[in-house]
């Protein structure tokens, strides 16, 4: 490969300066982008151009708007539209981000009426992926396993691509997706254009971008150290349940002149939204259903100070920039470390101190994980305040404020109503202490009518107790937002491959083996782990996160329950996955007699670990 490129550092481009199609440039100047990432300014330039490019990026950088908008000039919006046929397609290594890249395509689309654009992932039901591919779409952003699903039954035709992107290219291979690849791209024309990203440069994507690409130009962005010097970034580790209640007790403590609220998806950031302004909260939301005008107004609500709180997915808060805001709550934490730096650099601009808190359910902990080792930096834990901390925060304000009142004068009608209040003689009599009267009288003004806030209180603190033993009421019936943003009452198999229930006294319970038993050839000596083989039974298998049931790992090879035995198809696609660089070459499970052994016998055959 040839043609390494990079910008002088002493000119800083703008947009218009990149010479946009006039549709493209309408939708970033929507979007409020006014100077492109690093990233953005290298590789969009050669994309119009129509080179093929290979980007090295970390994540948070901007990648998708880099080859988002070139992809879209590349697109023939007025061309008729054959079933199943499609003129760009782009790969993700899952779902989230093929939801995520679809979503952000279709934003920067805005002002091309004509294209549409579809994701396609394992775990949904085929039926309305295939209904919308019969109808004609421009644009696909898919997993491997579920394009060649669709290639395989004939859905989705690849002979007018003009555009091929890889993303995250070699989390793609390292899940296993090596040899799909290789298919998807032989079923594409010779001539297209191939934009290959990844966060690094092994062999084995090197050796990918040399056997598809075409003299590509060569992009290498350094990591960045941190997300931002001037956002305190710190979590929370809050039940589901409780997030709402939490969410409001935050933004009752919280001085920021105003806050953003970031969820998962649109129908979350509706509930959200609706719930902050049953409860008085000046709140409003957008998301990728808001139109255009309403987004701008909300907008310069939140500017002028009009508003106060604003709900957000992540597509719909592209681009804003509003110097009020001080605050950034992650109601959901994002699943990708880009998407937690787009959110948290919403606030700290212009020189301004920011702070961001993500809430963390007990079984998120693992994604809080990935996000600080990508970020490079380690996020503060601190505590939800409580009823009592909501009180005490209004009473300050509220005293702060007295002595431009009694400045102020015109007190006499006050004053001699508390005097009348102080004579009462009578024996026993309540309200006869100055400060008894003065301290009731402040619990009033701040909504703090003594038992409810008593018992409140004393919720919270049982919570706060619940959650610090590690045996939180959600464990015992999580309610979760799965990979596909529906809630359910499943537990988060998808994250981690079995059942976190706990007894009375912590211990974790299994829940008991349902469905049909597979053995596939990974395990312990392999570096096999329970993400990594949920994650191919989902983007091959096209199962769900709650199909999954326990794992056992052996030394040389796996125990899975799935509830649905598995077709031919699926078990075809599945042979051919791989799992920590081996193919799973999944089997019934015929029960094998050394597994049933005592341990005193046979030791090296029970499994290490159970999930």
Do not use: C, W
């Amino acid at each position: 490969m040839s043609n390494d490129t990079t910008m002088p550092t002493e000119t800083q481009p703008t947009f218009s300066d990149l010479a946009l199609p006039a549709a493209l440039q309408a939708a970033v100047d929507d979007l409020g982008f006014t100077t492109p990432s690093p990233i953005q300014a290298q590789a969009i330039p050669p994309l119009l151009a129509g080179r093929d490019i290979t980007g090295v990026a970390q994540t948070g950088t901007g990648k998708t708007a880099a080859f988002g908008i070139p992809l879209l000039a590349a697109v023939d919006a007025d061309a008729p539209v054959a079933r199943g046929h499609v003129q760009a397609l782009v790969l993700t290594p899952t779902r989230e981000l093929a939801l995520q890249v679809a979503d952000a395509i279709s934003t920067f689309a805005s002002h091309l009426p004509g294209v549409r654009v579809l994701p396609v992932y394992g775990g949904s039901p085929y039926q309305p992926q295939q209904y919308a591919l019969r109808d004609g779409v421009h644009v696909v952003v898919g997993t491997p396993g579920r394009v060649m699903d669709h290639m395989e039954r004939g859905a989705l035709v690849l002979d007018q691509v003009k555009v091929l992107v890889l993303d995250e290219a070699d989390e793609m291979l390292r899940m296993g997706f090596a040899e799909d690849v290789e298919t998807i791209f032989g079923q594409a024309p010779e001539r297209r254009q191939v934009a290959l990203f990844s966060a690094t440069m092994p062999p084995a994507i090197r050796a990918v971008a040399d056997t598809h690409l075409t003299d590509p130009v060569q992009i290498s962005i350094a990591p960045q150290s941190t997300t931002t010097e001037n956002v305190e970034q710190t979590y929370a580790v809050v039940p589901f349940r409780h997030k709402v209640g939490s969410l409001l007790r935050v933004l009752a403590t919280s001085d920021a002149d105003a806050t953003i609220v970031f969820t998962r998806t649109r129908a979350a950031a509706e509930e959200v939204g609706s719930a902050l302004v049953e409860r008085g909260v000046s709140a409003a939301t957008i998301s990728g259903d808001v139109a255009q005008k309403e987004r701008e107004k909300i907008v310069e609500r939140l500017r002028s100070g009009a508003l106060d709180v604003l709900v957000a997915t992540d597509v719909a808060a592209r681009g804003l920039d509003v110097e009020r805001i001080g605050l950034v709550v992650n109601f959901d934490i994002p699943r990708e470390a880009e998407a937690y730096v787009h959110r948290i650099g919403r606030t700290g601009r212009a020189g301004r101190s920011g702070r961001a808190l993500s809430f963390v359910t007990p079984q998120e902990r693992g994604k809080l994980k990935h996000i600080e080792r990508t970020i490079r930096a380690r996020l503060t834990e601190v505590e939800i305040p409580s009823p009592r901390d909501v009180s005490a925060h209004r009473a300050q304000t509220l005293l702060g404020t007295v002595p431009a009142r009694v400045e102020a004068g015109r007190l006499d009608l006050y004053t001699e109503l508390l005097t009348a209040q102080l004579a009462t003689t009578e024996d026993g009599a309540t309200g006869t202490d100055p400060l008894q009267v003065a301290a009731a009288l402040l619990a009033l003004a701040v909504g703090d009518d003594g038992p409810q806030h008593r018992a409140a209180q004393e919720e919270h603190e049982k919570e706060r107790a619940e959650v610090k033993g590690g045996r939180t009421r959600e464990t015992h019936r999580a309610e979760r937002v799965d990979r596909d943003g529906d809630r359910t009452g499943r537990h988060p198999r998808s994250e981690r491959g079995r059942d976190d229930r706990r007894d009375d006294r912590g211990r974790g319970i299994r829940r008991p083996a349902e469905g049909t038993r597979y053995r596939i050839s990974v395990g312990h000596t392999h570096g096999a782990q329970p993400r990594g083989i949920v994650g191919a039974l989902t983007n091959e298998g096209g199962l769900r996160g709650a199909d999954i049931g326990k794992i056992d790992i052996f030394g040389n090879f796996s125990l899975v329950d799935i509830t649905t035995p598995l077709d031919d198809n699926q078990m075809h696609r599945l042979g051919r996955a791989n799992v920590a660089g081996r193919q799973l070459r999944i089997a019934l499970d015929k029960g094998a007699p050394e597994r049933r052994a005592p341990r005193t016998e046979r030791p090296e055959r029970r499994p290490a670990r159970q999930y």
